[in-house]
């Protein structure tokens, strides 16, 4: 291949723990890039591909909903925070999550300058008592940013997954407080297939008014999606995503990605996978002495504690993974639809 | 194939003649994205793929660039323009410019509100003696906006093409007065065939700071592309496109596309292909009685007056393509990569 | 006076033509801010001043009414404007609008970067037809921005005045498409003499939502209003205000300004004088040869056409105007509550 | 006087301990305004007034400065912030200060949506070992919003005085990291006047770049002032303000309370009489039995610990103040220019 060949092989697939989103694709989303890249097909959205990704994901989540496909995930979360939130508004979020800390201030960006309240609570999830009171704080008072959404991670930041009564406390103080609710989903996939729940349980049926639906990282390639469950939102949608940049021309390749990810349990499989292989190298690191886990483990995120040699060892033999991240000797190890049982042993083996 | 199953065949791609990115993507493209697609790399563009791209792109261009994959073209003018304007200045650009009359004002969004001043001008292109007087409208007056980029699109939006004289002569004026230059360059690849020049001349040697690098319309797939010329603007850049969700995680699905598109002088017969199905087109029309082609047709859009019984019949026959703009009984027909001779053929005998 | 003792005296108040708000303030309004000075009273417009004067301009207007002193004509316009319009919305002005070609922006600031649309008309007035066409242009098209704004300048920026029925009409094409109006009153009081109408009849009668309302120009000092018809726009105007740095500590001092101008008639009696020197400053100049009269002359604003050697005698003598604008040999001469009788004779027999 | 018949007369002034914006002005500040009301001069600062005002204050300071009235601290703030970030950087702040906590996200509006990132530290300044991990936090970093500007506010929020050493230590360390340094100066003359500095000293000296300059709370009317040290940010400030609504046209008026504000040491002779009012009214509280005075009072700011009797005691007898912030049985007692010696007795015998 002529192209192809002006880089590398990249990293093997079996020594790359980085992050779900170093994995290629799954080939059933390939698969369907493929065909459509042989059709013709009206541009932006206009085509039966992102039509029958609409339908696909209505029936999937057992609701009416709004599909917008945006780039990233960042854009994702961004377009969907400012529907709900008007620039004098704040967005009650957990320390730790992707809108706080690893977007560059994409929300304020998109919202027009509205402000992230930041919220703690163990194991990256927000604490209720902490909410209560950040909902209630200075409402009415024109010198302050007015409480009107709240975002939660599902799957958190550091790997744990809320249950279902985590979530509607957490919902029910924002919704009774009249904030809207969004949730990050890059991994919820994960989470989902964590709690067994149908996704319409774990989203709008527990209180989400809209969805950063993460396809990326599970095995898609260059699509994340905002599923909204309040339709009159909608029109609203269109024109930020198309301002924004994030109307694609040839949408129906990213719709095609969606319809592939939802079609035959591809998604739900995938998740499995990884969060089951995620479970494997986590009953390893148990076993391997002078290694501490960390945290739940819910999902496909594995944080544990790592003595330097084990660390160089693991680098010394081209093992690519985030450490030192939140504090020194600290290694995160990201499984993935691509992960192999095989890799998972190597990797134990390998820290002796 | 199981998700394709959920959607038609879509147009015939010998019916359709509605955009260039209407078409699907060529096949160099496609296999790039599917060898990607087995490989496992960092994300956010810390990739081999990605490097390569950025080589290759600074190869054809002949100087070093700062290269930015976006995902869509709307996305590469308001990124680029955002560079290059603060809050309280103007771009110039013309009258039916697509940052004007089909973003749904993305410039203004990613610029912090900055104003598009619209110039007229024959075919499509800004009229120098236009120019001349709006880059030195109220310079230095605190109550009006500050003219500081000049926006000009290559092929124009009604299919003509600048010459390199028309070209230096705009940012002459331009860069004489302290403006930047921004090229749309939606279908750069369809000028610079046409007009037989190295990438080189087209842009910065022109006079151009920033480039938008369209790929989608010429046999891309997801990804267009920002290149600027100076190279200080980059750490701008690079923060501006995180913030805009515009940087992806599997950046390297776009990369490979850039890569392909630029290897083996695709992107260079693309072009080619589809400017010449035009002119097939045009020598068709201007010999079918009451047809009548309208303005230049330096590239792959031709515009023509299409007589209410031969605009049916052509509907009749499947055909799709945009009607009744700018006015009732103008047809745009849009060639690309993968119109064939035979389709143009087709349509033509259908007129006659 | 000590402070005053650092600087000069200006220009003299009798040859001062160069603007209404190069005049000092009346007697009114400095004596209702003289009083406020020794009173201690809550911030933020908590203070019985503040309600006082909305009581007032309620009473004025014969409705209930939202009211903001803002510190210029620039903030009120453009905050007025943000309350109507989403960013990707459009407000329809006349070209020769302040809110176009004299805030630098502000609009834009403000809407998180609405667009402008720019429509003509003879006498600086909107014309219908082409008001008409433009709240219907691509409404839906996710690809423009969306009317949502109509905004008139009562008085115009070329001094004409709109009669009832003109706004009536506008209005009504506006309010028929579903767009909000907004009126640019800065000069509202020398139109409302003029047509000798009611503040009600001209504002919300007539299908105004939200009135920038000018006081500096009419005798005020520091302070101008946005009055909005709609009070459900109230909290978000009340959020906006304070973020753009326009919710004053000390409002009492502009609330004092606002019931001083509106008491007594003084903000009438102000404008019918100002306009009866624009009267009799046009009498003068229609009896000068050589000069001649531009346009209508409806309130305090005189556009003329002066010979050079006149212009330079008047300069010479030490008058304060602007000229050149809109084109060389063409003076504007400004009337305002401080020009007398005597000040206009003298002018004009300087000319001769 | 027929406006001010329409509102009573406020608060006693000898009763209002509110805030030092509850009191009224100045007498040398309204005579200046009165003068001012009386005179022709050019629109938008283009006056003789704001050239003095603009000397006075270089004068002052003993350095070029470029000045900018505004009609309120907030905007002073946000204007100024606004000059020293990028959309992708970082203000960092105290928890307390006001731009993070009391101005409904002003500066995340004006600089189009940076973010402020907290910092702690004792008696509402910030701690030093916090703000050296806080400028080296990510940078470089494209997912993460770069460190560029420190805030420093003086008097603090608490009523502390940064002394010039700890001024010092932290703008060292925030140049030292390439951060360009802000003051809010809300109670500038407070500061100065405790710290008995020259202007320089407590600002540009001390490593300010631009300066809050307050008056409003020192007396002053209706104007607070941007004093820019970095003359080069002079046109971008003049286009911003401009923009954001806050480019007066009678300039003048605020201009002229500028210079009187700086003439024969009103602003000094005010802030130490506010400052003497507060240690008259602390020394008293210290001798109340059950009253415990909080943090530092180094300005014009008391809290105290006021049981709850005392609290109602003294709200029964007309006393205006606020309480309950940050918690219940806290008050905050402000004096001002125009506290005297027997309100202050006054209240201290109410009390005991």
Redesign the interface.
């Known amino acids: 291949?002529?192209?192809?060949a002006?880089?590398?092989?990249?990293?093997?697939?079996s020594?790359?723990f980085?992050?779900d989103?170093?994995?290629?694709?799954c080939?059933?989303?390939?698969?369907?890039?493929?065909?459509?890249?042989?059709?013709?097909?009206?541009?932006?959205g206009n085509?039966?591909?992102t039509?029958?990704?609409t339908?696909?994901v209505a029936e999937i989540f057992e609701t009416d909903v709004d599909l917008h496909c945006?780039?990233?995930?960042?854009?994702?979360?961004?377009?969907a925070l400012s529907a709900l939130v008007?620039?004098?508004g704040s967005i009650l979020c957990h320390r730790t999550s992707h809108i706080q800390?690893?977007?560059?201030?994409?929300p304020?960006?998109?919202?027009?300058?509205?402000?992230?309240a930041i919220l703690d609570g163990d194991d990256g999830k927000i604490d209720p008592g902490l909410l209560r009171r950040a909902v209630a704080d200075r409402v009415g008072d024109?010198?302050?940013?007015?409480p009107q959404v709240l975002s939660i991670t599902q799957t958190t930041e550091t790997g744990s997954v809320y249950s279902l009564d985590e979530i509607r406390t957490l919902t029910s103080i924002a919704r009774d407080a009249g904030l809207r609710v969004h949730m990050d989903g890059a991994r919820f996939a994960n989470a989902l297939v964590h709690l067994d729940l149908s996704p319409a349980e774990m989203s709008w049926r527990a209180g989400v008014d809209i969805l950063s639906f993460g396809i990326?990282?599970n095995g898609?390639?260059?699509?994340d999606a905002v599923v909204c469950f309040d339709v009159e939102l909608a029109t609203?949608l269109?024109?930020?995503a198309?301002?924004?940049?994030?109307?694609?021309?040839?949408m129906?390749?990213?719709s095609?990605q969606v319809?592939?990810y939802l079609?035959?349990d591809v998604w739900l499989r995938n998740a499995r996978h990884a969060n089951a292989m995620a479970q494997r190298l986590v009953a390893g690191l148990r076993a391997t002495p002078a290694v501490r886990v960390r945290g739940s483990v819910d999902a496909n995120l594995v944080f544990c504690e790592l003595p330097e040699p084990l660390l160089s060892r693991l680098l010394d033999r081209g093992y690519?993974f985030h450490h030192g991240i939140p504090e020194p000797g600290v290694a995160r190890l990201v499984t993935s639809h691509?992960t192999t049982a095989a890799d998972v042993d190597e990797l134990l083996a390998a820290l002796g």
Chains 1, 2, 3, 4 share one sequence.
């Open positions: 291949m002529c192209a192809a002006n880089w590398g092989p990249g990293t093997a697939p020594k790359m980085a992050s989103n170093a994995a290629g694709a080939a059933e989303i390939v698969d369907a890039v493929v065909v459509v890249a042989d059709q013709a097909h009206l541009a932006y085509d039966p591909v039509a029958a990704a339908r696909r945006v780039s990233t995930g960042s854009a994702a979360n961004s377009l008007r620039p004098w800390v690893d977007e560059c201030g994409g304020e960006f998109y919202t027009g300058g509205a402000k992230l024109v010198h302050s940013v007015q990326t990282k898609g390639m260059t699509t609203e269109a024109f930020r198309k301002r924004a940049g994030q109307l694609a021309s040839k129906r390749f990213e095609a319809l592939a079609s035959d690519v691509a």
